[in-house]
């Protein structure tokens, strides 16, 4: 009786304690065993999505950039035709510039639309190829060096463009892969021999020349875009990387000398070099 009375005044909380205890941590332990199992594919998951959502991000901005590059190259040499236009006067240019430039900027488009990259990765230059052949044609009229060399060599680089454009891919005749590989080589040499002859002008002739620093600024400036966009529309491709880094380089010289002899040799202010072609 007394044990009973006993018991009756010990408190039940520890047993019913020590017994919710148990069941909660049982059941708690395989929730948590659960929970640990889903957390990392939910992490792994989450990293991948967000690794995606970044990818697809940047992809859009370079095919924004690749665009805007596309319209702004419109403007590229325009100015310089401008003022062949307004001046008719080629004495500043050298013609080998721009026969150079035409053939390198042809030999790239080449390369691209065989390579099956998007427009965005090079609409510049399909746009300032065309402008190109418009300056070099007011050089060589001015300069009155079209004569029948120059029509024949005009023509042979239209024949020589249609048939490595569209002529098909497996045909015998055709152009194969390692030619349109070394077109785009020869495209890098010649953006790298085509500026030189306007360096080397401007060097000699001590003078900022008739290459207009708009021009020169546009160049750099599109060619660090094209940096990035080749990276994420063509697959970094080696021989555009190189392309690309060396006309950025190559415009840059001709900016630095244009600036330079300029302000220090001809005494004038940025402003008033930077709108000599408009006025």
């Not at 950039?65 to 240019?93: E, H, M, N, Q």
């Not at 160049?219 to 690309?244: E, H, V």
Request: net charge neutral; with cysteine; proline share 4%.
């Amino acid at each position: 009786m007394s044990n009973t009375l006993a018991d009756a005044f010990v408190s039940p909380m520890p047993r019913a304690s020590l017994s919710m205890t148990t069941k909660f941590s049982d059941v708690d332990m395989g929730a948590f065993s659960q929970i640990s199992d889903i957390g990392p594919a939910m992490s792994l998951s989450c990293n991948l999505d967000s690794s995606l959502l970044v990818s697809r991000s940047s992809t859009d901005i370079a095919v924004a950039l690749g665009y805007f590059v596309g319209v702004a190259s419109l403007l590229l040499y325009t100015p310089i035709a401008i003022r062949l236009l307004r001046t008719k006067s080629a004495d500043g240019l050298a013609i080998s510039t721009w026969w150079c430039k035409l053939t390198a900027f042809t030999c790239t488009d080449i390369y691209n639309i065989r390579s099956g990259f998007p427009i965005a990765a090079f609409s510049e230059t399909v746009v300032i190829t065309f402008e190109a052949l418009f300056v070099l044609m007011l050089v060589t009229y001015y300069q009155k060096q079209w004569n029948e060399t120059t029509a024949s060599l005009v023509g042979l680089y239209f024949a020589l463009t249609a048939w490595a454009l569209f002529s098909p891919p497996n045909a015998v005749w055709g152009p194969t892969e390692e030619f349109v590989a070394l077109a785009q080589v020869v495209a890098t040499y010649l953006n790298s021999a085509a500026l030189i002859p306007q360096l080397h002008l401007n060097f000699r002739r001590r003078s900022s020349g008739d290459y207009s620093p708009i021009t020169a600024a546009l160049g750099s400036g599109g060619c660090t875009i094209r940096l990035f966009t080749t990276i994420k529309l063509a697959g970094g491709d080696p021989l555009m990387l190189l392309n690309y880094g060396v006309a950025l380089l190559l415009n840059l010289s001709v900016l630095s000398q244009v600036v330079y002899f300029g302000t220090k040799a001809e005494k004038r202010s940025l402003s008033s070099l930077f709108l000599a072609d408009l006025s």
